[in-house]
Antibody, heavy 121, light 110 residues
């Protein structure tokens, strides 16, 4: 059974940093791209970032480019999102989503339950 | 990276069919067959319903179907059931090596 478990969320002040993690199991982690998708409370889905199977291709939404860094450790079956210079508008549930292919082009076929990041003074 | 355009809400009676549209540009929906649709019930994670425009993952009812014409993709749900009431999001791969979602459509089963 595919499982994606996010962690690392919490309350943080504007301008500070936070690192999210996603632990994956139930599939061959290094065969697939992985993504972060967020959802502000009561709002729609927003793709944040994605990373291909070997970290060779990485993409970011314009809203986080230059502030967020995605990475993966295939030996640990884990995905990370380093979030710097956090803003109030970054407040959201952050979902880890498995890609359906090794490249960024595959759809998101499995999702974690999300971790809440709240940016507030 | 402008969001894809979806109607804010649609509704239908049990047994009826509804269609949700998703309009983008030639740089996303119109340029690639990497359009997917997700169902989200309140308080739950999204679930993949359609991928690559018109393919259904294993386990998804054949009442759900997808199509695309030009820059607009569509999700059709036939034989509406109460459990279909949820939010639906389209998504497309883009020429910028990114993904973009639609604003979401709230489906109400009357």
């Amino acid at each position: 059974e595919v499982q994606l478990v996010e962690s690392g969320g919490g309350l943080v002040h504007p301008g500070r940093s936070l690192r999210l993690s996603c632990a994956a199991s139930g599939f061959t982690f290094d065969d697939y791209a992985i993504h972060w998708v967020r959802q502000a409370p009561g709002k729609g889905l927003e793709w944040v970032s994605g990373i291909s199977w070997n970290s060779g291709t990485i993409g970011y939404a314009d809203s986080v480019k230059g502030r967020f860094t995605i990475s993966r450790d295939n030996a640990k079956n884990s995905l990370y999102l380093q979030m710097n210079s956090l803003r109030v508008e970054d407040t959201a549930f952050y979902y880890c989503a498995k890609g359906s292919s090794s490249s960024l082009r595959g759809s998101f076929d499995y999702w974690g339950q999300g971790t809440l990041v709240t940016v507030s003074s | 990276q402008s969001a894809l355009t979806q109607p804010a809400s649609v509704s239908g009676s049990p047994g009826q069919s509804i269609t949700i549209s998703c309009t983008g540009t030639s740089s996303d929906v119109g340029g690639y067959n990497y359009v997917s649709w997700y169902q989200q019930h309140p308080g739950k994670a999204p679930k993949l319903m359609i991928y690559d425009v018109s393919n259904r993952p294993s386990g998804v009812s054949n009442r759900f179907s997808g199509s695309k014409s030009g820059n607009t993709a569509s999700l059709t749900i036939s034989g509406l059931r109460a459990e279909d009431e949820a939010d639906y999001y389209c998504s497309s791969y883009t020429s910028s090596t990114t993904w973009v979602f639609g604003g979401g459509t709230k489906l109400t089963v009357l």
